[in-house]
T-cell receptor
Framework: GAVVSQHPSRVICKSGTSVKIECRSLDFQATTMFWYRQFPKQSLMLMATSNEGSKATYEQGVEKDKFLINHASLTLSTLTVTSAHPEDSSFYIC???????????FGPGTRLLVL | AQSVSQHNHHVILSEAASLELGCNYSYGGTVNLFWYVQYPGQHLQLLLKYFSGDPLVKGIKGFEAEFIKSKFSFNLRKPSVQWSDTAEYFCAVNPYSGSARQLTFGSGTQLTVLP
């Protein structure tokens, strides 16, 4: 099956610093990847759609200048949380779909803790 | 905007009991429907999906779900649960756009199976 990886799996940073999270599709190319955020005991909320070679599409209420997305290749999308604050602490999950399939495959997630 | 409701937040069952988790969605058009499972410490995995055809779909690990269009429901069932089924279960909907493949998730149901 399709495999999506994320790196790092866990990161702790100081308030005010920036953190980059990588999402890779390991055995397929993905023109579109998705970034979700999951709060404790809550569902996944779509943050943005990452489009290879073009600007990401952000959901309402998501600050595009704070959550920078770069989809520079067909197998890699990055999410950078800029000037992180404690309220940005969360579980960030990416997903991608192999070409021609309607099913998304999810990465293992990245747990971010901002002190 | 579409929404997905999972009315059971936490379900506790004994092994061998039957399971039914409710999922209702609000969207007037054609949809693709999914159930994902998240085992403790692991990433989201696809249990089953419905795109079209037979409204009773079978997934992995003995799970099945029935799409009832008139009720806007896609309930998940398993005749006899095992301790290893302890996990969080998410229902998700994708409006049939053919391209974006964005998912809207329900709030999740935590299933605890007692040995």
């Amino acid at each position: 099956g399709a495999v999506v990886s994320q790196h790092p799996s866990r990161v702790i940073c100081k308030s005010g610093t920036s953190v980059k999270i990588e999402c890779r599709s390991l055995d397929f190319q993905a023109t579109t990847m998705f970034w979700y955020r999951q709060f404790p005991k809550q569902s996944l909320m779509l943050m943005a759609t990452s489009n290879e070679g073009s600007k990401a599409t952000y959901e309402q209420g998501v600050e595009k200048d704070k959550f920078l997305i770069n989809h520079a290749s067909l197998t890699l999308s990055t999410l950078t949380v800029t000037s992180a604050h404690p309220e940005d602490s969360s579980f960030y999950i990416c997903s991608a779909s192999p070409p021609g399939l309607e099913t998304q495959y999810f990465g293992p997630g990245t747990r971010l803790l901002v002190l | 905007a579409q929404s997905v409701s999972q009315h059971n937040h936490h379900v506790i069952l004994s092994e061998a009991a039957s399971l039914e988790l409710g999922c209702n969605y609000s969207y007037g058009g054609t949809v693709n429907l999914f159930w994902y499972v998240q085992y403790p410490g692991q990433h989201l995995q696809l249990l089953l999906k419905y795109f079209s055809g037979d409204p009773l779909v079978k997934g992995i690990k003995g799970f099945e779900a029935e799409f009832i269009k008139s009720k806007f429901s896609f309930n998940l069932r398993k005749p006899s649960v095992q301790w290893s089924d302890t996990a969080e279960y998410f229902c998700a909907v994708n409006p049939y756009s053919g391209s974006a493949r964005q998912l809207t998730f329900g709030s999740g149901t935590q299933l605890t199976v007692l040995p």
